[in-house]
């Protein structure tokens, strides 16, 4: 039998999943991430680490996710990444922690290498040439690694 506290990590998962997945559809339109959907990423991320019992993890969660602002902050400096793309890793971050960094980084650079193909190569998602260099938003690829990780965790991987 499921306990309250499960079921809860679990419907908390699924609303961070259907955020997530809007915050995918508004950056693939608009080039953009909003500040108020990373703070409530962040707030359920605080939420679920409470249900699931991860809270004893928290603070290894946080440091990594700090770092991974400091690098990200680094590409941003660069012209590589922009602020959206920052602020969704951070909190991607925040949520995988130290366990699921690796599976996390491999998946996103599975649908990060797949969204630069679709958009290169067939042209179905809109590409933004800013002085010359084309930019796709990271959004979704973030997203759906996240997702991914969500699912994992689900199936007690």
């Not at 679920?48 to 991860?54: D, F």
């Amino acid at each position: 039998m499921i306990e309250l506290s499960e079921f809860l990590a679990h419907v908390l998962l699924v609303i961070t999943a259907t955020l997530l997945f809007y915050a995918a559809l508004t950056d693939l339109r608009e080039f953009k991430i909003r500040n108020d959907v990373v703070l409530i990423l962040a707030c359920l991320y605080g939420l679920y680490a409470y249900a699931s019992g991860e809270w004893v993890n928290a603070l290894s969660h946080v440091g990594l996710a700090l770092a991974m602002f400091v690098v990200t902050l680094f590409f941003y400096a660069c012209g590589w990444l922009g602020g959206g793309d920052v602020k969704i890793l951070t909190v991607g971050f925040l949520w995988v922690g130290l366990r699921y960094a690796l599976p996390f980084s491999l998946l996103l650079m599975f649908f990060s290498v797949s969204h630069i193909v679709m958009a290169e190569k067939f042209a179905w998602v809109a590409i933004r040439r800013v002085d010359g260099r084309a930019q796709i938003p990271f959004g979704p690829s973030v997203a759906a690694a996240l997702i991914g990780i969500f699912v994992l965790k689900m199936i007690g991987f």
